[in-house]
């Protein structure tokens, strides 16, 4: 089974509006961690937000945040008040276990295009 | 923030030759790094976990006699291609993690770009 999930290729967003971008994940560790990333067709990797499983709030960076629904496994990402910046592929991941060695596991990706 | 460095950012080399690419901490010193690969409009992929002083760690189905990995210090990771054929043409990203962050921060290089003519 996928470890994450995302079923949005592709979305479009009009500029200024919100837009949540989904995202699924399947674990039997009670203990991980969930992240969104940002790759800009420049290829970088720039980290986003992160979610951690006993978190009891929603986590939020500025106009991300994540809408975090544990007994549905789900860790959408909402961006508020898009802008023309914001197009770019967004990755979710998840981290298992409490060990800072770790692996990621990586989405599909959604490609992001805000539209003036 | 902490600052992980790829270096070559891009290169081009003939089939057959080996490349190797540099995978630095700037910053911070990391005990583990990783490696990923990732083809066009695909998502990453994990190759191997890089961790200092011993062997990497390669996923299944990664060839570790094709993707040499070597960590010899704790802010350098390198990554060399050897024999390299068009198939491997790719975007190589590494990460980081900081021994001294967080327990989820983990830094992501800017990538390398390969083509393997």
Redesign the interface.
């Known amino acids: 089974a996928q470890k994450i999930t995302q079923t949005q290729p592709g979305m479009f967003v009009q500029e200024k509006e919100a837009v949540t971008l989904d995202c699924t994940y399947d674990t039997s560790d009670p203990s991980y961690?969930l992240?969104w990333?940002k790759q800009p067709s420049?290829?970088?990797?720039i980290?986003l937000i992160?979610q951690?499983s006993y978190d009891q709030q929603n986590a939020t960076e500025g106009r991300y945040s994540l809408n975090f629904q544990k007994a549905r496994k789900s860790a959408n990402l909402v961006i508020s008040a898009s802008q023309l910046g914001d197009s770019a592929m967004y990755?979710c991941a998840m981290?298992e276990g409490?060990s800072?060695?770790n692996?990621?596991?990586?989405?599909?990706?959604t490609s992001l295009t805000v539209i003036p | 923030g902490a600052v992980v460095s790829q270096h070559p950012s891009w290169v081009i080399c003939k089939s057959g030759t080996s490349v190797k690419i540099e995978c630095r901490s700037l910053d911070f010193q990391a005990t583990t790094m990783f490696w990923y690969r990732q083809f066009p409009k695909q998502s990453l992929m994990l190759m191997a976990t890089s961790n200092e002083g011993s062997k990497a760690t390669y996923e299944q189905g990664v060839e570790k006699d094709k993707f040499l990995i070597n960590h010899a210090s704790l802010t350098l990771s390198t990554l060399t291609v050897t024999s390299a054929h068009p198939e491997d043409s790719s975007f190589y990203i590494c990460s980081a993690r900081d021994m001294a962050g967080t327990a989820y921060e983990q830094y992501f290089g800017p990538g390398t770009r390969l083509t393997v003519t």
């Open positions: 961690g992240f990333y420049s290829g970088e990797m980290f992160y951690g990755f981290r409490r800072t060695g692996q990621f596991y990586f989405g599909t990706g």
